[in-house]
């Protein structure tokens, strides 16, 4: 059965940081390009950031640009987005996905539409507040 799992989230003050995983099982990441997606109260799923299938290229979208760092250890077959400098606007559930690494193009601008990917996680809230 091929799953993908995130964890890490939580409560967290503004400023504060948190690190998110994505665990797969029952397929290797490193064939995938790995994309973290978040949905906020009322608003539509968005993408975050992505990572190539071995981690040379990443893109983030502008609004986390310089506050989280997408990295990928692919002999633990899991990718990890960490977060700092948070704001409460960040708040959303967090999802990660994985796209086929021929499809998805990382520095291009489509790297966050959503049929791209193949596989996705359940989410994990994260909420910033004080």
């Known amino acids: 059965q091929l799953q993908l799992v995130e964890s890490g989230g939580g409560l967290v003050q503004p400023g504060g940081s948190l690190r998110l995983s994505c665990a797969a099982s029952g397929f290797t990441l490193e064939n995938y390009v790995i994309g973290w997606f978040r949905q906020a109260p009322g608003k539509e799923r968005e993408g975050v950031s992505c990572?190539?299938?071995?981690?040379?290229?990443?893109n983030y979208a502008d609004s986390v640009k310089g506050r989280f760092t997408i990295s990928r250890d692919n002999a633990k077959n899991t990718v990890y987005l960490q977060l700092n400098s948070l704001k409460p606007e960040d708040t959303a559930v967090y999802y990660c996905a994985a796209g086929d690494r021929g499809r998805v193009p990382v520095r291009g601008s489509r790297w966050h539409d959503q049929v791209l990917y193949d596989y996705w996680g359940q989410g994990t809230q994260v909420t910033v507040s004080s």
């Open positions: 990572i190539s299938s071995r981690g040379s290229s990443t």
